[in-house]
């Protein structure tokens, strides 16, 4: 998972990819759909249930003055997740979003309460005193990687003897909060698909998130037999 989440509405793309490229290069850890998807990857679980989820910091860019409803869809999620993780105290309440216009606009409603940031003009220059007060908005959440994993395999990794020793009583229990973790992504799920019909959302995103409710359904379904 990514430290950083970067949404943007469809004319927004080539701009988006230019910021993340830029943070990446100053070793920053970014997600971007359109370089972070490969082929074969469930989509919507890993924007929607992983990145989304996990993130440190969302930077909204924004170079039109409407957002796509994909875009709200991803803002909407986010804060979503940042209040459960306020509620239970894992984050202090804070604006986690960093709002980057790339031109002069009326701010949009679901982000005017957010600290934004001004991108007038960006030419991919990161020595400007622009580029460089996105940096400090970032730098309040979020610190550099030097990128430098490891490169074993998960799956290689040895597993201590003691650890596989597990009765069934830690077996149930796993169990039973594996089941209570699919009650949340339902929850989730269905605010999200409810925030869509509400909002009269392309009948694809429509369709596909009522058949992601129901994928987690079937897989609590699963659990309990």
């Avoid at 698909?193 to 429509?206: T, Y």
């Amino acid at each position: 998972m990514a430290d950083i989440f970067i949404c943007y509405s469809g004319q927004g793309k080539a701009d988006a990819i230019r910021i993340a490229k830029a943070l990446e290069l100053d070793d920053w850890s970014v997600f971007i759909d359109k370089s972070n998807l490969i082929g074969g990857t469930e989509w919507h679980t890993r924007i929607f249930d992983i990145e989304l989820k996990e993130t440190k910091c969302l930077v909204a860019v924004v170079n039109q003055e409407t957002l796509s409803g994909w875009m709200k869809n991803e803002i909407v999620s986010f804060l979503i997740y940042e209040h459960e993780r306020i509620e239970k105290h894992i984050l202090p309440k804070d604006d986690r979003i960093i709002p980057v216009y790339l031109i002069k606009c009326d701010r949009p409603s679901i982000l005017h309460s957010y600290t934004d940031v001004e991108l007038f003009e960006w030419d991919d220059d990161t020595s400007t005193e622009q580029w460089q007060n996105f940096i400090k908005a970032l730098s309040q959440w979020v610190e550099r990687t030097n990128n430098q994993e490891s490169d074993a395999h998960p799956l290689e990794s040895k597993v201590p003897e003691e650890q596989l020793n597990i009765d069934s009583q830690q077996i149930m229990s796993k169990i039973i909060n594996l089941g209570g973790q699919l009650r949340q992504r339902i929850e989730r799920a269905e605010q999200i698909h409810e925030f869509r019909v509400r909002e009269k959302n392309d009948a694809k995103l429509i369709t596909e998130s009522k058949r992601h409710v129901d994928q987690l359904k079937a897989e609590l379904d699963k659990l309990k037999k």
